[in-house]
C-alpha cells in the first residue's frame, strides 16, 4: 500500500542523507520526496512517499524517529488529508494542434509558463497524482517533448497543524 509520511526535521546539513540511508540501508524504496523550510528556518518539512504493509511502515517510522535531527514523523495516508503534486510539462506545438492545445489548458486549469509558438508550449499544473496521469494521457497525442513534476506535497485536513508544538 502507498503510504505519505510528513516528517519534521531540524534544517541542517546532512539530514536528507540519514533518512535516504535509512531507507536503502533497509532497502525501502521512496517513491517521492520532497523538503522545504517551514515558517521556522531551523525546522524543514519533508513530504515523503513509500510503498510497504503496516508492518513495514510502522518500522519505518520507528527507525525515522531514532534519527537526531528527526524532530516528529505522522503518517497521513490514513488520514482525512490534501495530497498535491505540480507537473511542468513541454509540448509540442504547431499552427494545426495550438488552438486545441491552449483549449485543453484552460479547460484543464494549466497555465502556460513557456511559449514559442512554431514549435513548442509548457504548461504548469498541480493535482494529484492520478489528475496528473490523466493529463499527461491527454497530451500524448500531441507529442510530449519533457516530464517533470515534483511527487506528493501533503497535509492533514482541519485546523490542527503538523508543527512542533502540536
Do not use: W
Request: glycine letters at 6%.
Amino acid at each position: 500500500m502507498r503510504h505519505t509520511i510528513t516528517i519534521l526535521v531540524e534544517n541542517e546539513f546532512g539530514v536528507l542523507t540519514r533518512v535516504a540511508g535509512l531507507f536503502s540501508a533497509r532497502g525501502y524504496n521512496i517513491e517521492s520526496l520532497n523538503v522545504a523550510p517551514t515558517l521556522d528556518e531551523t525546522v524543514s518539512r519533508m513530504t515523503l512517499v513509500t510503498r510497504g504493509d503496516e508492518k513495514v511502515i510502522e518500522q519505518i517510522k520507528k527507525q525515522l524517529n531514532k534519527l537526531i535531527p528527526v524532530i516528529k514523523v505522522e503518517d497521513i495516508s490514513h488520514l482525512v488529508h490534501i495530497e498535491r503534486e505540480m507537473l511542468l510539462v513541454k509540448v509540442a506545438s504547431n499552427a494545426d494542434n495550438r488552438s486545441a492545445l491552449v483549449q485543453l489548458a484552460e479547460d484543464t486549469r494549466c497555465k502556460i509558463v513557456d511559449n514559442v509558438e512554431i514549435s513548442y508550449l509548457s504548461l504548469e499544473t498541480t493535482g494529484s497524482a492520478q489528475e496528473l496521469d490523466d493529463f499527461i494521457k491527454a497530451l500524448e497525442p500531441y507529442g510530449i517533448i519533457e516530464i517533470t513534476r515534483t511527487g506528493s506535497l501533503g497535509m492533514r485536513r482541519g485546523i490542527k497543524g503538523f508543527t512542533i508544538e502540536d
